[in-house]
């Protein structure tokens, strides 16, 4: 055999033909992905009580109380210091409460977590990622805060705390115990209300009046 015939031989192409390439066997999903969990901590904003219970319950509604429980914490304090020892998520009886749903139905949808949020959670990212916030109590503190600042009252962080829980335990008389004033809450708190901490820190206060 020659080594001409042993060459391979390559078609000559039509031009006149159009050539349309095949399909993908795996085409890409449309529409709306699920978020991680890092990424609902992100936005997550603490939801205002249910005033009564709702029979129907949508996934959104599922959703919120998922992460109330992963993402709130409450400060538990030493009996002989007064200090804050560690935080707890809140117990199923307050979720009950606040939301206005039986125990045992929260307890189910904790347990489908992750079917729920459509991902899986990562524990490490939830105290990086979440950021307390509490829009209605935020406006009302606020405004106690320039009505109190306009009379010329001196005012510093225990003044914040002590009328965040007042105003808390007004609106929420059975939750009480739900309200956390940390460091982290009130200085997020101070830079949406574009409040000065260094006002704050350097007037000397006469009470909580």
């Known amino acids: 055999m020659s080594s001409s015939s042993s060459r391979l031989i390559i078609d000559e192409i039509d031009t006149n033909i159009t050539i349309t390439p095949s399909k993908s066997t795996n085409p890409s999903k449309r529409g709306r992905h ?3 969990f890092e990424q609902r901590a992100e ?5 205002p009580p249910v005033d009564r219970p709702v029979q129907h319950r949508t996934t959104e509604t599922k959703r919120k109380v998922i992460m109330f429980h992963d ?4 400060p ?7 200090q804050i020892s560690r935080y707890r998520p809140p117990t199923i009886e307050e979720m009950s ?8 139905t929260i307890n189910g949808w904790i ?15 939830v105290q990086r ?7 209605d109590l935020e406006d009302q503190l606020h405004k106690s805060f320039l009505e109190a600042r306009a009379l010329g009252k001196p005012i510093r962080q225990e003044w914040f705390e002590h009328h965040s829980r007042r105003l808390w335990k ?13 460091e982290g809450w009130f200085k997020g708190f101070c830079k949406r209300k574009e409040i000065s901490l260094r006002y704050i820190t350097h007037t000397v206060s006469d009470g909580c009046d």
Do not use: M, Q
Request: proline share 8%; glycine share 4%.
């Open 111 to 125: 347990h489908k977590r992750d079917t729920i949020l459509g991902s899986k959670r990562d524990a490490r990212g």
């Open 129 to 135: 990622h979440y950021k307390p916030h509490w829009p």
């Open 170 to 182: 007004e609106a929420n008389p059975e939750c009480e115990s739900l309200f956390t004033f940390s």
């Open 43 to 47: 936005t997550w904003v603490l939801p």
């Open 34 to 36: 699920n978020k991680t």
């Open 76 to 82: 538990v304090y030493d009996l002989e210091t007064l």
């Open 97 to 104: 409460i606040y939301f206005k749903i039986p125990r045992s």
């Open 71 to 74: 993402c709130h914490r409450i």
